[in-house]
């Protein structure tokens, strides 16, 4: 009973954990997506005195991109866009994807590719901070699991002491019935 019960337990905190953990997951790429793109319409309008806030506020920077993927311009405030080479080598990891949208794990950046009649231009954003609350909210999964885990184990001891009670009782009274009809019919 303990047993059955744990299991179902378990896949039911699991299957409610991994929705968590996909739509935080999915809910922050959106979100980054979405302010990236609003630079790449317009690179200029985040920094103009009076312009609406963003809701989110990303460390990023744009590079323009001429036809052959070579930097043109490189702006934003985030980043020492200083080195060419390492801006001309995201470039073109972002020029040699497959899609205009990726991440590029090894500078823990998100880039998205966006082509207009200027030319084209990749917008980079951090996504330190998106790892960062993943792994925690993981952490915070696995601890609310366990608890819960070992809540449950406890209510369902429990439960199962107090559903089988009556069957033990009633175990009892067979075998005290039992001994006392073996003894009645040993001694007349």
Known sequence: F?????????????????????LTRQSLEQESLQMMRTVAQDPLRLSQPGAPEPEVHLPYFALGLGQDGQVLSAQGGYFDLSDQAFLQELAQAAVDAETDVGVL??????????????????????????????????RTCCVIGAASFLVFLGISILLARWATRPVAKAWQQQRQFLSDASHELKTP
């Open 105 to 138: 794990e090894d500078y823990h950046l998100r880039f998205c590719r966006v082509t207009t009649p200027l030319g084209s231009l990749a917008v980079f954003s951090d996504i330190s901070s998106e790892k960062r609350t993943m792994t925690n909210l993981v």
């Open 2 to 22: 303990v047993c059955i019960n744990m299991a179902i337990v378990t896949v039911m905190l699991l299957a409610i954990f991994v929705t968590v953990y996909q």
